[in-house]
């Protein structure tokens, strides 16, 4: 585990240590949140005798450009029922899942909003063969373990006060604070408009892995820059000014509005002086591809292919 600080002037100004948690680097081909969600959940598709994973995701998800790899790496056959319309050629993420060996099916958005349906997914596997199913992000109880064995990792390297991570799913926060115990305190940044009501996800996810919920986090709900897989010119100065700064490369869905908003709130006052900040970098660096594809012609900087 790699911890980078960042010299921030605001962050010395109010007297709080921030350190960024390298969890992209951990693997070449699962960085950050996506293996851990995925550890032991192939775990318990191996006890269960599956050698077929089945999942879902959108167009540039990289929960489905991890699965593939994840299938690849490990021997899994895998399925990926993408949300929309099949659109030749394949964007970025959706051509190297094919090529790491996943079998591409397309949804309709109504359709695809069934994807919880116990009959729905009865149905898809009358038509696939037996799989072990994976939902949306990779987010189920079985995904907080592997989150929560982050923290195990950061105590043994340094005392921290509070841990931020960006939320899609809400399934990483979760593990966060399984992990965290009731102790220091946890932050999560929305990564999509009307992000509230993770909360109640997240609450859902901690009584079901840890049978209690946790009241030692906050959800900030206001820096999604216009919903998921939106950005401003803002964000993208901000992101470019940070690579310069930091030679870290954020990407513009989760960790570019992570740590947006924790700079933010360190200048708004929110932390107090004297404590000492890790905000999560976990990966998603694939996503800028297509990214690039849909909106290069929106700013002028875009950073070296990934």
């Known amino acids: 585990m790699l ?4 010299h921030e002037p605001i ?12 969890d992209d680097l951990t693997h070449p081909e699962l960085p950050g949140n996506k293996w851990r969600k995925l550890k032991y959940n192939l775990a318990e598709a191996r006890r269960q005798g599956h050698d077929t994973l089945l999942t879902f995701g959108g167009a540039f998800s990289n929960h489905i450009a991890a699965v593939a790899a994840v299938g690849r ?8 029922l993408i949300r ?10 959706l051509a190297r899942a094919g090529a790491d060996g996943m079998s591409l099916r397309y949804l309709d958005r109504e359709t695809y909003r069934r994807k919880q349906e116990p009959a729905f997914i009865g149905e898809l596997l009358a038509q696939t063969g037996p799989a072990y199913v994976l939902p949306e992000g990779g987010t189920n109880a079985l995904a907080l373990p592997g989150c929560a064995e982050l923290i195990t990792e950061l105590r043994g390297q340094t005392d921290f006060d ?15 604070l399984t992990g965290l115990a009731g102790q220091q305190h946890a932050l999560g940044v929305a990564a999509l408009k009307n992000g509230g009501f993770l909360r109640e996800e997240i609450n859902e996810l901690t009584r079901a892995a840890a049978g209690r919920t946790y009241d030692n986090y906050q959800l900030l709900t206001d820096y999604h820059c216009g ?8 964000l993208l100065g901000f992101m470019q000014e940070f690579q310069r700064r930091h030679g870290v490369l954020l990407d513009p869905i989760y960790t570019g509005k992570l740590l947006y908003a924790v700079l933010d709130q360190i200048r708004q006052g929110h932390f107090a002086a004297g404590s000492t900040v890790v905000a999560v970098h976990t990966g998603g660096l694939q996503g800028w591809q ?5 909106f290069a012609a929106r700013s002028a900087w875009w950073p070296a292919p990934h």
Do not use: D
């Open 290 to 294: 297509g990214f690039r594809q849909r």
């Open 11 to 22: 962050a010395a100004q109010r007297g709080v240590r921030l350190l960024l948690l390298r």
């Open 227 to 234: 919903g998921y897989a939106a950005f401003s010119a803002e």
């Open 162 to 176: 509070t841990i931020a991570v960006a939320c899609g799913t809400g399934g990483t926060l979760a593990g966060l």
């Open 73 to 80: 790496l490990q021997g899994f056959r895998t399925i990926g």
């Open 84 to 93: 929309g319309e099949e659109t030749l050629p394949l964007n970025p993420t």
């Open 3 to 6: 911890l980078q600080e960042l």
